[in-house]
Protein backbone atom coordinates (compact mmCIF):
# COMPACT_ATOMS: atom_id res chain seq x y z
CA UNK A 1 0.00 0.00 0.00
CA UNK A 2 1.39 3.24 -1.25
CA UNK A 3 0.89 6.38 1.15
CA UNK A 4 -1.25 8.11 -1.56
CA UNK A 5 -3.72 5.34 -1.20
CA UNK A 6 -5.94 2.91 0.72
CA UNK A 7 -6.11 -0.36 -1.18
CA UNK A 8 -8.02 -3.33 -1.19
CA UNK A 9 -7.28 -6.22 -3.91
CA UNK A 10 -8.41 -4.45 -7.19
CA UNK A 11 -10.24 -7.64 -9.27
CA UNK A 12 -11.92 -5.61 -12.36
CA UNK A 13 -11.03 -6.00 -16.01
CA UNK A 14 -10.71 -3.45 -18.38
CA UNK A 15 -12.73 -4.44 -21.86
CA UNK A 16 -12.62 -2.69 -25.35
CA UNK A 17 -14.35 0.27 -25.55
CA UNK A 18 -18.35 0.32 -27.12
CA UNK A 19 -18.78 0.21 -30.57
CA UNK A 20 -20.55 3.09 -30.82
CA UNK A 21 -17.65 4.89 -29.78
CA UNK A 22 -15.90 5.45 -33.48
CA UNK A 23 -19.13 6.39 -35.03
CA UNK A 24 -19.65 9.28 -32.18
CA UNK A 25 -16.25 10.49 -33.03
CA UNK A 26 -16.32 10.77 -36.28
CA UNK A 27 -19.98 12.54 -35.56
CA UNK A 28 -18.00 15.20 -34.02
CA UNK A 29 -15.51 15.39 -36.68
CA UNK A 30 -17.48 15.30 -39.42
CA UNK A 31 -21.58 16.08 -38.82
CA UNK A 32 -22.86 19.33 -39.95
CA UNK A 33 -21.91 21.84 -37.30
CA UNK A 34 -25.36 23.19 -35.85
CA UNK A 35 -27.89 20.55 -36.30
CA UNK A 36 -25.03 18.14 -34.28
CA UNK A 37 -24.88 20.53 -31.53
CA UNK A 38 -28.94 20.25 -31.68
CA UNK A 39 -29.17 16.76 -31.14
CA UNK A 40 -26.17 16.56 -28.58
CA UNK A 41 -28.35 19.30 -26.82
CA UNK A 42 -31.54 17.55 -26.80
CA UNK A 43 -31.61 15.42 -24.17
CA UNK A 44 -30.45 17.95 -21.81
CA UNK A 45 -33.56 19.78 -22.78
CA UNK A 46 -35.07 18.45 -19.44
CA UNK A 47 -32.82 18.88 -17.27
CA UNK A 48 -33.54 22.81 -18.16
CA UNK A 49 -37.21 22.30 -17.46
CA UNK A 50 -36.40 21.16 -14.23
CA UNK A 51 -33.94 23.57 -12.92
CA UNK A 52 -36.84 26.26 -14.37
CA UNK A 53 -38.83 24.75 -12.25
CA UNK A 54 -37.06 24.30 -9.33
CA UNK A 55 -35.98 28.25 -9.42
CA UNK A 56 -39.27 29.29 -10.23
CA UNK A 57 -41.87 27.05 -7.71
CA UNK A 58 -39.49 27.99 -4.72
CA UNK A 59 -39.98 31.34 -4.85
CA UNK A 60 -43.49 31.03 -6.04
CA UNK A 61 -44.89 29.35 -3.00
CA UNK A 62 -42.77 30.77 -0.35
CA UNK A 63 -44.16 34.28 -2.10
CA UNK A 64 -47.52 33.54 -0.85
CA UNK A 65 -45.81 34.10 2.97
CA UNK A 66 -45.03 37.41 2.42
CA UNK A 67 -41.91 39.45 1.65
CA UNK A 68 -40.17 39.08 4.94
CA UNK A 69 -39.93 34.98 3.76
CA UNK A 70 -39.41 36.07 0.07
CA UNK A 71 -36.72 38.18 1.13
CA UNK A 72 -35.37 35.34 2.93
CA UNK A 73 -34.90 32.92 1.08
CA UNK A 74 -33.77 35.06 -1.92
CA UNK A 75 -30.55 35.10 -0.05
CA UNK A 76 -30.38 31.95 0.53
CA UNK A 77 -30.92 30.92 -2.69
CA UNK A 78 -27.73 31.65 -4.72
CA UNK A 79 -26.01 29.84 -2.23
CA UNK A 80 -28.25 26.52 -3.04
CA UNK A 81 -27.78 26.87 -7.05
CA UNK A 82 -23.96 27.53 -5.95
CA UNK A 83 -24.20 23.79 -4.89
CA UNK A 84 -26.60 23.00 -7.63
CA UNK A 85 -24.02 24.51 -10.66
CA UNK A 86 -21.40 23.56 -8.98
CA UNK A 87 -22.36 19.98 -8.91
CA UNK A 88 -23.74 20.14 -12.33
CA UNK A 89 -21.58 21.48 -14.69
CA UNK A 90 -18.29 22.52 -12.44
CA UNK A 91 -17.44 19.11 -10.70
CA UNK A 92 -20.23 16.89 -12.73
CA UNK A 93 -18.32 17.74 -15.91
CA UNK A 94 -15.40 16.43 -14.24
CA UNK A 95 -16.91 13.36 -13.69
CA UNK A 96 -18.56 13.15 -16.75
CA UNK A 97 -15.63 13.27 -18.77
CA UNK A 98 -12.96 10.78 -16.87
CA UNK A 99 -15.89 8.18 -16.42
CA UNK A 100 -16.43 8.85 -20.89
CA UNK A 101 -12.27 8.52 -21.32
CA UNK A 102 -11.94 5.70 -19.42
CA UNK A 103 -14.82 3.41 -20.64
CA UNK A 104 -13.49 5.46 -24.86
CA UNK A 105 -9.78 3.71 -23.78
CA UNK A 106 -11.17 0.04 -23.02
CA UNK A 107 -10.08 1.14 -19.10
CA UNK A 108 -13.28 -0.84 -17.22
CA UNK A 109 -11.44 -1.40 -14.24
CA UNK A 110 -10.78 2.79 -14.08
CA UNK A 111 -14.34 3.90 -15.31
CA UNK A 112 -15.83 1.10 -11.98
CA UNK A 113 -13.08 2.73 -9.83
CA UNK A 114 -13.86 6.18 -10.56
CA UNK A 115 -17.46 5.93 -10.48
CA UNK A 116 -17.13 5.14 -6.49
CA UNK A 117 -14.85 8.19 -6.06
CA UNK A 118 -17.28 9.80 -7.45
CA UNK A 119 -20.00 8.67 -4.76
CA UNK A 120 -17.14 9.72 -2.27
CA UNK A 121 -16.20 13.24 -3.56
CA UNK A 122 -19.81 13.57 -3.63
CA UNK A 123 -19.87 12.94 0.48
CA UNK A 124 -16.67 14.98 1.51
CA UNK A 125 -17.73 18.00 -0.54
CA UNK A 126 -21.25 18.10 0.69
CA UNK A 127 -19.99 17.59 4.42
CA UNK A 128 -17.60 20.47 3.56
CA UNK A 129 -20.49 22.96 2.39
CA UNK A 130 -22.75 21.24 5.44
CA UNK A 131 -20.33 22.59 8.14
CA UNK A 132 -19.55 25.63 6.17
CA UNK A 133 -23.03 27.07 5.44
CA UNK A 134 -24.68 25.61 8.66
CA UNK A 135 -21.72 27.77 11.12
CA UNK A 136 -21.39 30.56 8.68
CA UNK A 137 -24.38 30.64 7.00
CA UNK A 138 -25.87 33.48 9.69
CA UNK A 139 -23.38 35.56 9.22
CA UNK A 140 -23.48 35.83 5.66
CA UNK A 141 -26.62 36.54 5.38
CA UNK A 142 -26.45 39.31 7.77
CA UNK A 143 -23.76 40.81 5.40
CA UNK A 144 -26.42 40.07 2.86
CA UNK A 145 -28.72 42.78 4.49
CA UNK A 146 -30.89 40.63 6.34
CA UNK A 147 -32.28 41.58 9.71
CA UNK A 148 -35.46 40.30 11.84
CA UNK A 149 -38.11 38.11 10.10
CA UNK A 150 -36.00 38.54 7.14
CA UNK A 151 -32.97 36.97 8.21
CA UNK A 152 -35.04 34.52 10.64
CA UNK A 153 -36.82 33.04 7.22
CA UNK A 154 -33.23 32.64 5.45
CA UNK A 155 -31.76 30.71 8.06
CA UNK A 156 -35.32 28.09 8.72
CA UNK A 157 -34.56 27.68 4.41
CA UNK A 158 -30.78 27.20 5.03
CA UNK A 159 -30.30 25.11 7.79
CA UNK A 160 -32.77 22.54 6.10
CA UNK A 161 -31.16 22.67 2.68
CA UNK A 162 -27.92 22.79 3.91
CA UNK A 163 -27.76 20.12 6.46
CA UNK A 164 -29.44 17.95 3.22
CA UNK A 165 -26.81 19.44 0.76
CA UNK A 166 -25.44 16.14 0.36
CA UNK A 167 -28.61 15.15 -1.75
CA UNK A 168 -27.63 17.33 -4.21
CA UNK A 169 -24.34 16.22 -4.64
CA UNK A 170 -25.49 13.08 -4.96
CA UNK A 171 -28.05 13.51 -7.34
CA UNK A 172 -25.16 15.38 -9.93
CA UNK A 173 -22.00 13.38 -9.45
CA UNK A 174 -23.93 10.11 -9.94
CA UNK A 175 -25.93 11.72 -12.66
CA UNK A 176 -22.33 12.65 -14.48
CA UNK A 177 -21.12 9.09 -14.09
CA UNK A 178 -24.25 8.18 -15.86
CA UNK A 179 -23.64 10.78 -18.45
CA UNK A 180 -20.15 9.47 -18.78
CA UNK A 181 -21.00 6.07 -20.42
CA UNK A 182 -22.97 7.85 -22.91
CA UNK A 183 -26.68 7.51 -21.24
CA UNK A 184 -28.39 10.60 -21.20
CA UNK A 185 -31.84 9.78 -20.71
CA UNK A 186 -32.00 8.13 -17.44
CA UNK A 187 -30.15 11.35 -15.60
CA UNK A 188 -32.49 13.58 -17.36
CA UNK A 189 -35.76 11.39 -16.37
CA UNK A 190 -34.19 11.29 -12.75
CA UNK A 191 -33.58 15.02 -12.33
CA UNK A 192 -37.17 15.95 -13.84
CA UNK A 193 -38.67 13.51 -11.77
CA UNK A 194 -36.84 14.89 -8.50
CA UNK A 195 -38.14 18.36 -9.56
CA UNK A 196 -41.26 17.45 -10.04
CA UNK A 197 -41.75 15.67 -6.23
CA UNK A 198 -40.28 18.81 -5.08
CA UNK A 199 -42.95 20.78 -6.55
CA UNK A 200 -46.09 18.24 -5.28
CA UNK A 201 -44.47 18.20 -1.82
CA UNK A 202 -43.05 21.29 -1.02
CA UNK A 203 -46.28 23.44 -0.86
CA UNK A 204 -47.63 21.06 1.56
CA UNK A 205 -44.74 21.01 3.68
CA UNK A 206 -44.78 25.17 3.75
CA UNK A 207 -48.18 25.39 4.42
CA UNK A 208 -49.16 22.12 5.94
CA UNK A 209 -51.50 19.11 4.87
CA UNK A 210 -53.32 16.75 7.48
CA UNK A 211 -50.92 15.08 9.80
CA UNK A 212 -48.16 17.79 8.44
CA UNK A 213 -47.44 20.66 10.02
CA UNK A 214 -46.78 24.04 8.34
CA UNK A 215 -43.15 24.27 8.37
CA UNK A 216 -42.85 28.00 6.23
CA UNK A 217 -39.99 28.50 4.44
CA UNK A 218 -37.84 25.66 5.74
CA UNK A 219 -40.61 23.40 3.87
CA UNK A 220 -39.46 24.42 0.61
CA UNK A 221 -36.01 23.04 1.97
CA UNK A 222 -37.84 19.94 3.15
CA UNK A 223 -38.80 19.68 -0.20
CA UNK A 224 -35.57 19.89 -2.26
CA UNK A 225 -33.76 17.79 -0.08
CA UNK A 226 -36.59 15.00 0.19
CA UNK A 227 -36.59 15.05 -3.57
CA UNK A 228 -33.01 15.00 -4.86
CA UNK A 229 -32.34 12.69 -2.11
CA UNK A 230 -35.21 9.65 -3.26
CA UNK A 231 -33.33 10.91 -7.04
CA UNK A 232 -29.89 10.27 -5.70
CA UNK A 233 -31.09 6.36 -4.54
CA UNK A 234 -32.41 5.59 -7.54
CA UNK A 235 -29.21 6.25 -9.51
CA UNK A 236 -27.22 4.74 -6.82
CA UNK A 237 -29.26 1.69 -7.57
CA UNK A 238 -28.59 1.71 -11.02
CA UNK A 239 -25.34 1.92 -11.12
CA UNK A 240 -25.21 -0.64 -8.89
CA UNK A 241 -27.25 -2.86 -10.41
CA UNK A 242 -26.40 -5.03 -13.83
CA UNK A 243 -27.77 -2.94 -16.69
CA UNK A 244 -24.96 -0.03 -16.08
CA UNK A 245 -21.87 -0.09 -18.14
CA UNK A 246 -19.64 0.89 -15.17
CA UNK A 247 -19.93 -0.46 -11.39
CA UNK A 248 -20.31 1.35 -8.54
CA UNK A 249 -19.02 -1.17 -5.56
CA UNK A 250 -16.85 -0.81 -2.52
CA UNK A 251 -15.95 -4.40 -3.49
CA UNK A 252 -12.14 -4.63 -5.12
CA UNK A 253 -12.00 -1.35 -5.24
CA UNK A 254 -8.55 0.27 -4.69
CA UNK A 255 -8.81 3.65 -3.33
CA UNK A 256 -6.57 5.92 -5.05
CA UNK A 257 -5.96 10.28 -4.34
CA UNK A 258 -4.77 10.33 -8.11
CA UNK A 259 -8.68 9.55 -9.25
CA UNK A 260 -9.70 12.79 -7.00
CA UNK A 261 -6.64 14.12 -8.18
CA UNK A 262 -7.95 13.68 -12.28
CA UNK A 263 -11.62 15.18 -11.03
CA UNK A 264 -10.26 18.09 -9.35
CA UNK A 265 -7.65 19.34 -11.80
CA UNK A 266 -10.15 19.15 -14.69
CA UNK A 267 -13.54 20.55 -12.21
CA UNK A 268 -11.84 23.36 -9.95
CA UNK A 269 -11.78 25.57 -13.04
CA UNK A 270 -15.07 24.67 -13.63
CA UNK A 271 -16.25 25.54 -9.58
CA UNK A 272 -14.33 28.59 -9.82
CA UNK A 273 -16.18 29.67 -12.64
CA UNK A 274 -19.63 28.47 -11.33
CA UNK A 275 -18.66 30.19 -7.82
CA UNK A 276 -17.59 33.44 -9.67
CA UNK A 277 -21.63 33.75 -11.43
CA UNK A 278 -23.23 32.69 -7.79
CA UNK A 279 -21.22 34.79 -5.95
CA UNK A 280 -21.94 38.04 -8.68
CA UNK A 281 -25.87 37.50 -7.32
CA UNK A 282 -25.24 37.32 -4.02
CA UNK A 283 -22.87 40.55 -3.97
CA UNK A 284 -25.38 42.43 -6.19
CA UNK A 285 -28.40 41.51 -3.67
CA UNK A 286 -26.10 42.50 -1.19
CA UNK A 287 -25.91 45.86 -3.09
CA UNK A 288 -29.11 46.36 -4.02
CA UNK A 289 -30.31 45.89 -0.04
CA UNK A 290 -28.13 48.83 0.41
CA UNK A 291 -31.31 50.74 -1.33
CA UNK A 292 -34.36 48.90 0.04
CA UNK A 293 -35.99 45.68 0.48
CA UNK A 294 -38.04 45.74 -2.45
CA UNK A 295 -34.87 46.85 -4.82
CA UNK A 296 -33.58 43.43 -2.97
CA UNK A 297 -36.45 41.28 -3.72
CA UNK A 298 -36.86 42.90 -7.23
CA UNK A 299 -33.71 41.76 -8.23
CA UNK A 300 -33.57 38.21 -6.67
CA UNK A 301 -36.37 38.12 -8.30
CA UNK A 302 -35.31 39.10 -12.03
CA UNK A 303 -31.92 37.44 -11.33
CA UNK A 304 -33.63 33.89 -11.46
CA UNK A 305 -34.31 34.08 -14.49
CA UNK A 306 -30.29 34.10 -15.02
CA UNK A 307 -30.34 31.12 -13.35
CA UNK A 308 -32.33 29.75 -16.06
CA UNK A 309 -30.47 30.74 -18.60
CA UNK A 310 -27.24 28.94 -17.19
CA UNK A 311 -28.85 25.68 -18.07
CA UNK A 312 -30.10 26.57 -20.99
CA UNK A 313 -25.91 27.55 -22.07
CA UNK A 314 -25.15 24.25 -19.85
CA UNK A 315 -27.51 22.30 -22.74
CA UNK A 316 -25.75 23.39 -25.68
CA UNK A 317 -22.19 23.39 -23.73
CA UNK A 318 -22.05 19.70 -23.01
CA UNK A 319 -21.78 19.34 -26.79
CA UNK A 320 -19.40 22.37 -27.73
CA UNK A 321 -17.17 21.15 -24.92
CA UNK A 322 -17.32 17.74 -27.08
CA UNK A 323 -17.16 19.17 -30.50
CA UNK A 324 -14.41 21.39 -30.24
CA UNK A 325 -12.06 19.14 -27.75
CA UNK A 326 -12.46 16.48 -30.55
CA UNK A 327 -11.70 18.59 -33.47
CA UNK A 328 -9.08 20.19 -31.84
CA UNK A 329 -7.65 16.97 -30.58
CA UNK A 330 -7.70 15.56 -34.01
CA UNK A 331 -6.21 18.72 -35.20
CA UNK A 332 -9.02 20.29 -37.11
CA UNK A 333 -8.30 23.82 -35.81
CA UNK A 334 -11.03 25.57 -38.36
CA UNK A 335 -14.00 23.08 -37.88
CA UNK A 336 -12.92 23.52 -33.49
CA UNK A 337 -13.28 27.30 -34.05
CA UNK A 338 -16.60 27.20 -36.18
CA UNK A 339 -17.83 24.73 -33.80
CA UNK A 340 -16.97 27.73 -31.30
CA UNK A 341 -18.65 30.63 -33.06
CA UNK A 342 -21.71 28.08 -33.91
CA UNK A 343 -22.13 27.12 -30.66
CA UNK A 344 -21.76 30.96 -29.55
CA UNK A 345 -24.27 32.02 -32.24
CA UNK A 346 -26.97 29.25 -30.98
CA UNK A 347 -26.50 30.47 -27.58
CA UNK A 348 -26.54 34.00 -27.50
CA UNK A 349 -29.77 33.66 -29.88
CA UNK A 350 -31.42 31.42 -27.21
CA UNK A 351 -30.45 33.78 -24.51
CA UNK A 352 -31.36 37.05 -26.27
CA UNK A 353 -34.88 35.49 -27.09
CA UNK A 354 -35.41 35.13 -23.26
CA UNK A 355 -34.19 38.55 -22.33
CA UNK A 356 -36.05 40.20 -25.24
CA UNK A 357 -39.47 38.30 -24.04
CA UNK A 358 -39.44 39.37 -20.71
CA UNK A 359 -38.11 42.90 -21.32
CA UNK A 360 -41.37 43.10 -23.46
CA UNK A 361 -43.85 41.37 -20.87
CA UNK A 362 -41.92 41.89 -17.51
CA UNK A 363 -44.71 41.28 -15.52
CA UNK A 364 -45.06 38.14 -16.70
CA UNK A 365 -42.39 36.48 -14.85
CA UNK A 366 -42.25 38.91 -11.64
CA UNK A 367 -46.03 38.59 -11.67
CA UNK A 368 -45.23 35.05 -10.41
CA UNK A 369 -43.39 35.54 -7.10
CA UNK A 370 -45.36 38.79 -5.77
CA UNK A 371 -48.59 41.25 -6.26
CA UNK A 372 -46.79 43.89 -4.67
CA UNK A 373 -46.47 46.56 -7.26
CA UNK A 374 -43.83 48.32 -6.12
CA UNK A 375 -41.61 45.04 -6.18
CA UNK A 376 -42.92 44.56 -9.51
CA UNK A 377 -42.22 48.17 -11.09
CA UNK A 378 -38.30 47.47 -9.88
CA UNK A 379 -38.01 44.08 -11.07
CA UNK A 380 -39.69 44.98 -14.54
CA UNK A 381 -37.18 47.83 -14.60
CA UNK A 382 -34.50 45.37 -14.03
CA UNK A 383 -35.76 43.02 -16.73
CA UNK A 384 -35.72 46.27 -19.52
CA UNK A 385 -32.33 47.15 -18.26
CA UNK A 386 -30.74 43.67 -18.20
CA UNK A 387 -32.75 41.46 -20.60
CA UNK A 388 -31.61 42.40 -23.79
CA UNK A 389 -28.30 42.51 -22.61
CA UNK A 390 -28.98 38.30 -21.98
CA UNK A 391 -27.63 38.00 -25.64
CA UNK A 392 -24.31 38.89 -24.62
CA UNK A 393 -24.11 36.72 -21.74
CA UNK A 394 -24.96 34.00 -23.40
CA UNK A 395 -22.60 34.10 -25.80
CA UNK A 396 -19.80 34.61 -22.87
CA UNK A 397 -21.32 31.21 -21.42
CA UNK A 398 -20.96 29.63 -24.70
CA UNK A 399 -17.65 30.74 -25.61
CA UNK A 400 -16.34 29.48 -21.94
CA UNK A 401 -17.54 25.92 -22.98
CA UNK A 402 -15.44 26.10 -25.80
CA UNK A 403 -12.44 27.05 -24.24
CA UNK A 404 -13.08 24.40 -21.77
CA UNK A 405 -13.46 22.09 -24.31
CA UNK A 406 -9.88 23.11 -25.79
CA UNK A 407 -8.05 22.57 -22.26
CA UNK A 408 -7.70 26.24 -21.73
CA UNK A 409 -10.91 27.56 -19.78
CA UNK A 410 -8.85 29.50 -17.12
CA UNK A 411 -9.08 32.80 -19.48
CA UNK A 412 -12.46 32.43 -19.82
CA UNK A 413 -13.25 32.19 -15.90
CA UNK A 414 -10.85 34.87 -15.37
CA UNK A 415 -13.10 37.01 -18.17
CA UNK A 416 -16.12 35.88 -15.82
CA UNK A 417 -14.10 37.28 -12.71
CA UNK A 418 -14.10 40.87 -14.72
CA UNK A 419 -17.83 40.63 -15.15
CA UNK A 420 -18.67 40.26 -11.12
CA UNK A 421 -15.83 43.19 -10.78
CA UNK A 422 -17.44 46.07 -13.19
CA UNK A 423 -21.15 44.85 -12.11
CA UNK A 424 -20.95 44.99 -8.20
CA UNK A 425 -17.99 48.42 -8.79
CA UNK A 426 -20.21 49.64 -10.91
CA UNK A 427 -23.30 49.40 -9.07
CA UNK A 428 -21.38 50.86 -5.90
CA UNK A 429 -20.29 54.28 -8.31
CA UNK A 430 -24.08 54.23 -9.32
CA UNK A 431 -25.56 53.97 -6.06
CA UNK A 432 -22.73 56.02 -3.72
CA UNK A 433 -21.20 58.52 -6.31
CA UNK A 434 -23.75 59.20 -8.49
CA UNK A 435 -27.43 58.74 -7.08
CA UNK A 436 -28.52 56.89 -10.31
CA UNK A 437 -30.02 54.41 -7.55
CA UNK A 438 -31.44 50.66 -9.13
CA UNK A 439 -31.46 52.76 -12.61
CA UNK A 440 -27.51 52.28 -11.69
CA UNK A 441 -27.25 48.99 -10.41
CA UNK A 442 -29.42 47.83 -13.86
CA UNK A 443 -27.38 49.48 -16.18
CA UNK A 444 -23.92 47.98 -14.55
CA UNK A 445 -25.17 44.75 -14.07
CA UNK A 446 -25.81 45.46 -18.27
CA UNK A 447 -22.68 46.67 -18.70
CA UNK A 448 -21.16 43.92 -17.36
CA UNK A 449 -22.78 41.45 -19.44
CA UNK A 450 -20.79 43.91 -22.21
CA UNK A 451 -17.43 43.43 -20.73
CA UNK A 452 -18.16 39.31 -20.32
CA UNK A 453 -18.79 39.07 -23.82
CA UNK A 454 -15.87 41.43 -25.46
CA UNK A 455 -13.42 39.12 -22.91
CA UNK A 456 -14.72 35.66 -23.57
CA UNK A 457 -14.23 36.81 -27.25
CA UNK A 458 -10.26 38.05 -26.68
CA UNK A 459 -10.09 34.61 -24.53
CA UNK A 460 -11.25 32.17 -27.22
CA UNK A 461 -8.93 34.46 -29.94
CA UNK A 462 -6.00 34.01 -27.84
CA UNK A 463 -6.81 30.06 -26.69
CA UNK A 464 -6.90 29.52 -30.50
CA UNK A 465 -3.97 31.54 -31.48
CA UNK A 466 -3.00 31.19 -35.09
CA UNK A 467 -3.21 27.13 -35.12
CA UNK A 468 -4.02 25.82 -38.31
Given amino acids: MSSASVSIVSSASARQAPRGTAARTRMLLEAPIAPTLFRLATPNVLNLLAIAGMITFDALFVGRLGADALAGISLAFPWIMLMQHGAASGMGGAV ?54 TLEAAVAYSNVAFGGVVS ?52 AAWGLVISFGVGSVVLLAYLRGNRSPVALSFRGLRLQWELFAEFFRVGVPGLINVAITNITVITLTAVASHLDQDTAIAYAMGARLEYILIPLAFGFGTGIVAMTGTNW ?140
Fill in 329 to 468: GAKQYARARATAWTGGAIVAASCGAVGVFFALVPRLWMGLFTSEEEIIRIGTLYLQIAGPAYALYGLGMALYFSCQGIGRAMVAVLANAMRLLVAAGGALIAIHWMGLGAFGVFAAIALAFVVYAVLTIAALSKVTGNAK
Fill in 96 to 149: SSAVARALGAGQQARADALATHAFLLAIGLAAFFSILMLTAGPALYRSMGGTGA
Fill in 168 to 219: IWMLNLLGNVVRGTGNMALPAIVIVASVLGHVVISPMLIFGVALVPALGPSG
